[in-house]
């Protein structure tokens, strides 16, 4: 990918689980964001976290952001059938408005 | 108001033919970013404007590969001629202030798979 890689490639979890991945970049960052992809569908934002912030959460979903580490990770709690998707995060360099996306992690939640 | 609006969703074309995407971006949007997906390379950015001038397009493949915006509703992604290889998925997005004004990030559009036999 262009900046990132996000681990596990592919993820499988039960229903009611908390499902976890990791995004790891190359480059000092201004911001980064999560994003998920529908099959067949085009990418929604999810989160976005500044470089001076180290985690943040939006209902079910919880960021951190380890810049010392260039690493993230987006924990989703209490999965649903319906968070099956592939999830990716984006980086914003400190050298323009850019977003570089990372190769993503595709989540299935089995009812 | 509808989103990014891409067209066509799918496109099938022969090698050397001419393909066109176009893009409608959210109106306000002052940012537009192309943007390819492959299983093999992911999502790379091809090309992006602000207030309808490009600005980077350091992420274009090849000549083969033009893209436009004439005004801020409308941008077009050229290709000429198309090769297989070209074959993906490609994206519009638009945001405004690049995409951190806010932290709405970027909005997407459902995508042009674009086939070349």
């Known amino acids: 990918s262009q900046q990132g890689e996000e681990d596990p490639q592919a993820l499988s979890i039960q229903e009611g689980e908390n499902a976890t991945m990791n995004c790891s970049y190359k480059?000092?960052?201004?911001?980064l964001q999560w994003y998920r992809q529908n099959s067949g569908r085009g990418l929604v934002h999810l989160i976005l976290?500044?470089?001076?912030?180290r985690e943040k959460h939006s209902g079910r979903l919880r960021v951190t952001l380890d810049t010392s580490k260039k690493s993230s990770s987006l924990l989703i709690t209490a999965s649903r059938a319906a968070d099956t998707a592939s999830y990716f995060c984006a980086t914003e360099r400190n050298t323009g408005n850019q977003f570089y996306f990372g190769t993503g992690t595709s989540l299935t939640v089995i009812p | 108001d509808a989103g990014v609006i891409q067209s066509p969703r799918h496109e099938v074309t022969e090698m050397g033919q001419e393909v066109t995407l176009r893009c409608k971006p959210i109106?306000?949007?002052?940012?537009l970013f192309w943007y390819r997906q492959t299983m093999m390379r992911g999502l790379e950015l091809l090309i992006y404007f602000n207030n309808n001038v490009p600005i980077d397009d350091s992420g274009m493949p090849e000549d083969r590969f033009s893209a436009k915006m004439p005004n801020a509703s409308f941008s077009t992604l050229k290709i000429q001629p198309s090769e297989p290889r070209d074959s993906a998925v490609y994206f519009c997005a638009s945001s405004y202030a690049g995409g951190t004004g806010g932290g709405w990030g970027y909005t997407f559009g459902s995508g042009t798979r674009l086939t070349v036999v």
């Open positions: 109106s306000g949007h002052d940012y």
């Open positions: 480059t000092s960052i201004n911001n």
């Open positions: 976290i500044r470089s001076n912030e």
